[in-house]
């Protein structure tokens, strides 16, 4: 059973600080990474992707792989309230397996 | 990324009846999928609408309840069937790209509840 894990929060942060939302996973052979935003009532919205390890960086969004780890990391940079919202971590394996969704942080950014 | 229009985008429907749920792209995708998210809960996946074949289907989820056709490379359908009250949950159409490794994108999501 191929897992993906996440702290499902709350997580509170005050406007303008760093966001850092977490993710491991079961499947070492695991190839693909990506971060989904949720906001309320909405569909996922594909935000980052990671396919190596290290940092990735795309404006205010840093995502992190650490495949030895099975750890992968999303930073947000000077947080708003607008980035308030459930992130889904989702992971595909190897062998060309369907996206496995972990349950999602919800993160609520405090003006 | 594709435009994905879902619909209806959500509805309330009597026990023991079916929803059929539609799903367009705005271009020709090979990879669709269905997913369900049940409230408060993640995406799990229901099935791979394959065009041309017969649905593959992840476990616990089977034809007879979850019916799924894709008669071309920009348009499915999953039916709920038989629908109970479990059934209520947000149904998603999904795309990806060329091959199952890539990210998928979604449509609106279609809301259902079975009363």
């Known amino acids: 059973q191929k897992e993906v894990e996440q702290n499902s929060g709350p997580l509170s942060v005050p406007e303008g600080a760093i966001a850092s939302l977490n993710c491991t996973y079961s499947?070492?052979?695991?190839?693909?990474f990506f971060w989904y935003r949720q906001y309320s009532g909405k569909s996922p919205e594909l935000i980052m992707s990671?396919?190596?390890?290290g940092d990735k960086e795309d404006g205010r969004f840093t995502a992190q792989l650490n495949k030895a780890s099975q750890y992968v990391s999303l930073l947000i940079r000077d947080s708003q309230p607008s980035d308030s919202a459930t992130y889904l971590c989702?992971?595909?394996?190897?062998?060309?397996?369907?996206?496995?969704f972990g349950k999602g942080t919800r993160l609520s950014v405090i003006a | 990324s594709a435009v994905i229009s879902q619909k209806p985008s959500r509805d309330i429907c009597q026990r023991g009846t079916s929803l059929t749920i539609q799903c367009q792209v705005d271009s020709q995708v090979t990879m669709m999928f269905w997913y369900r998210q049940q409230p408060g809960q993640s995406l799990t996946l229901i099935a791979t609408?394959?065009?041309?074949?017969?649905?593959?289907?992840e476990s616990g989820f089977v034809i007879d309840k979850f019916p799924i056709s894709r008669p071309n490379l920009t348009f499915s359908t999953l039916t709920v069937s038989n629908m109970s009250p479990e059934d209520s949950s947000i149904y998603l159409c999904s795309v990806g790209r060329a091959a199952m490794n890539t990210e998928a994108f979604f449509g609106q999501g279609t809301r259902l509840t079975v009363v």
């Open positions: 499947d070492r052979g695991s190839q693909s």
């Open positions: 609408a394959n065009q041309g074949s017969e649905a593959t289907y």
């Open positions: 989702a992971v595909i394996g190897a062998g060309n397996t369907p996206l496995v």
């Open positions: 990671i396919y190596s390890n």
